[in-house]
């Protein structure tokens, strides 16, 4: 069993999609092993992105994440880091597969509707990030 770290990014919590978007994770056979709403402030935002900070979108996008509520999920499947990005779909919607969250979902590029890590060490520090306590693999 592997776990990854998702979200329910602003935009789709203020559309009314974060249940549809929570049943969709629970059909993909996933486990929810946390879950809560945040409202998390510019500074969160900037530290949780903290890898993007050289990229001209770097303040857009946390000011979009630090505008309103995020749903910040530890899930576990097994294969469950590129479960998650296949279940999401490409960063710009234009370029997402039908069946993908982002695809039936995403407002543009930077409205996206989820996160998902894209590697172990991404999943382990994001996970960290917002669930101190729960590691990569299960116990
Ligand atoms: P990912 O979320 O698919 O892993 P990343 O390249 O890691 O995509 O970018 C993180 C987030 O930054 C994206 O989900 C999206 O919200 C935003 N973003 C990425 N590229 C752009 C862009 O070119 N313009 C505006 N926002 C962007
Ligand atoms: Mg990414």
């Given at each position: 069993m592997?776990?990854?770290?998702?979200?329910?990014?602003?935009?789709?919590t203020?559309?009314?999609?974060?249940?549809?978007?929570?049943?969709r994770?629970?059909?993909?056979?996933?486990?929810?092993?946390?879950?809560?709403?945040v409202r998390?402030?510019k500074?969160?935002a900037?530290?949780?992105?903290?890898v993007?900070?050289?990229?001209?979108f770097?303040?857009?996008?946390t000011?979009?994440?630090?505008?309103g509520?995020t749903?910040?999920?530890a899930?576990?499947?097994?294969?469950?880091i590129?479960h998650?990005?296949?279940?999401?779909g490409?960063?710009?919607?234009?370029?997402?597969?039908?069946?993908?969250?982002?695809?039936?979902f995403?407002?543009?590029?930077?409205?996206?509707?989820t996160?998902?890590s894209?590697?172990?060490?991404t999943a382990?520090?994001?996970?960290?990030?917002?669930?101190?306590?729960?590691a990569?693999?299960?116990g």
């Amino acid at each position: 069993m592997e776990r990854t770290f998702a979200m329910i990014k602003p935009d789709a919590t203020e559309r009314g999609l974060a249940g549809k978007i929570i049943s969709r994770i629970e059909e993909e056979g996933f486990n929810i092993v946390g879950m809560r709403l945040v409202r998390m402030t510019k500074a969160e935002a900037e530290g949780f992105y903290a890898v993007h900070k050289e990229r001209p979108f770097f303040g857009d996008l946390t000011s979009f994440m630090s505008s309103g509520k995020t749903v910040v999920l530890a899930l576990e499947r097994d294969n469950a880091i590129k479960h998650w990005r296949d279940v999401m779909g490409a960063t710009n919607p234009a370029d997402a597969d039908e069946g993908t969250l982002r695809k039936e979902f995403a407002e543009s590029i930077e409205r996206n509707s989820t996160h998902g890590s894209d590697a172990p060490d991404t999943a382990a520090f994001e996970l960290g990030y917002w669930f101190p306590g729960v590691a990569l693999n299960a116990g």
